[in-house]
């Protein structure tokens, strides 16, 4: 899976990590989204007189995705294809500017290789044997 976190706003919002998020989990294979998590999205990182500053969310927004299904598989193509060509799982930091067409608005900022893949066990047993496994410290 692609896991796809944003929010309004300027990154660093997503980055901190203090802050609700919206989360996408989409398939590799058909890129159909099966999770989605719409947070409360109340302060946005943006650009200020003097650099980026802290503000409010205006209230109809604050519980709306900020993401549209078809820019959630645009971003989860991109990883994808990073990840291809690249040789392992990243983290992918990227941008949209809104109001250009659709081909034209998504943008690469950087990328980095993953520090956790998160892997789903094949099967209840496997998941149950391998808790087992670090409970027992086997």
């Known amino acids: 899976r692609v896991i796809i ?4 706003g300027l990154g660093e919002g997503v980055v901190s990590g203090g802050e609700s998020v919206d989360w ?4 590799k294979r058909g890129l159909e989204i099966v999770e989605r998590r719409v947070g409360r999205k109340e302060r946005q ?8 500053v802290w503000g409010e969310v205006p209230l109809e927004r604050q ?10 598989r645009e971003i ?5 294809r990073l990840e291809s060509e690249l040789g392992s799982p ?6 949209i500017e809104r109001g250009r067409s ?7 900022l950087q990328t980095r290789p993953a520090k ?7 099967s209840t047993a496997e998941y149950l044997a391998d808790l087992m496994a670090k409970s027992f410290k086997l």
């Open 5 to 8: 976190e944003s929010k309004w």
């Open 24 to 27: 996408f989990g989409v398939e």
């Open 45 to 52: 990182v943006m650009r200020g007189e003097r650099g980026v």
């Open 63 to 72: 519980t709306v995705s900020s993401l549209r299904d078809e820019e959630i």
């Open 76 to 80: 989860a193509r991109l990883s994808m």
């Open 90 to 95: 990243q983290d992918v930091e990227w941008a």
């Open 102 to 108: 659709h081909s034209n608005h998504l943008f690469l």
């Open 116 to 122: 956790i893949a998160m892997k789903k066990p094949k």
